[in-house]
């Protein structure tokens, strides 16, 4: 809530700032731990908790001045956040359950090798992670303060149509010049060189799937969950009896797919919910 204060105003400087800082606090602390300690998994934990602490004691002092801390509760207000957290549990307690499913896919009908190739290979979907970031910092404030049925569909072919523009491009460089990818990888996964550009386009349709999941929260229209995760979920069935989850090339196209139907939907209910809008904006609050 403290960052949205600050993506609301644009203040993209001091977003920046503090979380390049953030980067810069978990990296020393994992460094010191590797090199004082045997790293492990509940030491990496304690790094990105102490992280998250230092950066939310940097958010209280920045945005402390800008607002009436002191002002008292309105009943108005807490009800509908309280109805907006009520919405939006599933989407978040589905997403925990869901988001290794490939991995798990993997080990069940594939092998270990499988594993340990798709898990290497999903690390570069840390691009579309930046890019994402970009957009929620920048774009998505800006379609949440805009209003009129107009300038919402004008800010989401902007938000849309830029972004995918990005993720083609980037699909297309990896398809067309895997090599400095592998290199990243490392030279064993020189055999995934021609499916790096279906993890590229999986990670890309999660992301633009996650964007425009996010437009929909940042103006209150939670899509209904007991749409959108059956959906999902069907989806996921539909395709594991319908494809060979041995190979490794099905498995990421199983990703690719999986998101779709989803992805679908809640772009239909973003649009249904703007053409409710009136025609032109009202006065705004910000």
């Known amino acids: 809530m403290l960052k949205a204060i600050l993506q609301l105003r644009q203040q993209i400087k001091v977003l920046a700032k503090l979380d390049i800082f953030a980067a810069l606090f978990r990296l020393a602390l994992i460094a010191a731990f590797a090199t004082f300690f045997h790293l492990s998994a509940l030491l990496a934990m304690v790094a990105g908790t102490c992280a998250i ?21 309105e009943p108005e207000y807490r009800a509908t956040l309280f109805g907006l957290v009520k919405k939006t549990a599933p989407f978040t307690i589905y997403f925990c359950i869901s988001g290794q499913l490939s991995i798990w896919l993997i080990s069940f009908f594939g092998s270990v090798h499988q594993v340990a190739d798709v898990g290497a290979a999903q690390r570069l979907g840390i691009i579309f992670a930046v890019l994402s970031s970009v957009y929620s910092a920048m774009m998505i404030p800006r379609f949440g303060r805009s209003n009129g049925r107009r300038l919402l569909y004008l800010r989401l072919l902007q938000i849309v149509t830029s972004f995918t523009i990005l993720m083609l491009a980037i ?110 904006p009202v006065a705004q609050i910000i």
Do not use: H
Request: glycine share 6%; with cysteine; proline share 8%.
């Open 53 to 73: 602490i230092a950066e939310t004691y940097f958010f209280v002092r920045v945005v402390k001045p800008q607002v009436d801390w002191e002002a008292p509760t």
């Open 171 to 280: 699909i297309a460089l990896t398809k067309l010049w895997p090599d400095p990818f592998i290199l990243l990888l490392g030279a064993k996964y020189t055999n995934m060189a021609g499916l790096l550009w279906l993890v590229m386009l999986g990670a890309g349709i999660y992301s633009l799937a996650g964007i425009v999941f996010n437009l929909n929260m940042v103006k209150g229209w939670v899509p209904p969950a007991i749409v959108t995760i059956p959906v999902e979920i069907v989806t996921q069935i539909v395709l594991i009896l319908s494809m060979d989850l041995s190979k490794t090339e099905n498995v990421l196209i199983f990703g690719c797919l999986a998101q779709i139907p989803p992805a679908i939907v809640n772009t239909v209910m973003l649009l249904r919910r703007i053409r409710l809008e009136p025609e032109e």
